[in-house]
């Protein structure tokens, strides 16, 4: 019986940790309309279209606006064609 009483403790742990984690993203997810694969966060690149994960993101602020590329080539075509 004392190992029943064991896995539930581990289960609400468990729930509670998932619980505190999945509120926090909410909260970034309130600034950003940003997508979520698999617990990662994933932009798009409005270049290639392709979506990656944000930590590896290259960032142009233009206007006030960040903007996230995959790669410096995509980065340069963003500032090529956006250049004024
Ligand atoms: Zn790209």
Known sequence: MRLI???????????I????????????NTY???TQIGG????LDEI?????PKGSALRVKNR???HYFCSEGCREKY???HRS
């Not at 990662?40 to 932009?43: A, D, L, Q, T, V």
């Not at 290639?48 to 990656?52: G, L, S």
């Open 79 to 81: 500032l090529t064609s």
């Open 5 to 15: 009483a064991y896995i539930i403790l581990i289960f609400l742990l468990y729930k």
């Open 48 to 52: 290639c279209q392709t979506y990656f």
């Open 64 to 66: 006030g606006i960040v």
């Open 40 to 43: 990662e966060e994933m932009i």
């Open 17 to 28: 940790i998932k619980h505190y984690l999945s509120s926090e993203k909410r909260i970034k």
């Open 32 to 34: 950003s309309n940003d």
